[in-house]
């Protein structure tokens, strides 16, 4: 599901968005410093309260989102994996959680095992991605990072194990 082009994608958005991010940081830098040269205390409180507010909204809405995407994605493609192959049950399309930073979707999964006749498992769907056309009840063999679906492949019921 995950490419190195992928990553190489949000790098460069990142990127555009650092260099979009920081060009109204040094305007505003540039009038706090002027306006401190003239001293021109109420002008240069106010232009400094306007830059960290300016900083704080661009920094959380624009940089950190991006960030963290890319995060997930150098964990999807260089992280540890697990392979695993249960039954389809549900994905909650309607409501998305964030985990790390990352928006999913829930997605409950079933698997025989000795203990349990049906063992419930829970992953995490990527929300910037198409939903999957899983019926319910289908084997599907994922790939994840800790719970997060990283890869997966349609896949016949699993032998018992002895």
């Given at each position: ?5 992928d ?11 650092v260099?979009?991010w ?41 940089i950190?989102?991006v ?12 992280g540890?994996s697990?392979?695993?192959v ?19 979707y829930?997605?409950t ?5 000795i ?33 997060m679906i ?13």
């Amino acid at each position: 599901m995950y490419t190195q082009q992928d990553l190489d994608a949000i790098n460069k958005q990142l990127k555009r968005r650092v260099l979009f991010w920081l060009i109204p940081e040094i305007l505003l830098l540039g009038l706090v410093v002027y306006s401190f040269i003239l001293r021109i205390e109420w002008l240069t409180s106010l232009l400094f309260a306007l830059l960290c507010a300016v900083i704080l909204f661009s920094l959380v809405m624009l940089i950190l989102p991006v960030r963290r995407y890319r995060q997930f994605l150098m964990n999807a493609l260089y992280g540890r994996s697990r392979d695993d192959v249960a039954a389809f049950d549900l994905i909650e399309d309607l409501q998305t959680v964030t985990r790390e930073g990352v928006r999913f979707y829930p997605v409950t999964m079933r698997a025989d095992t000795i203990k349990e006749e049906l063992d419930e498992r829970s992953y995490y769907w990527d929300a910037n991605l198409p939903l999957p056309d899983w019926q319910k009840g289908e084997y599907i063999k994922i790939t994840s990072h800790e719970r997060m679906i990283i890869n997966w492949a349609r896949a016949e019921k699993p032998a018992p194990a002895n």
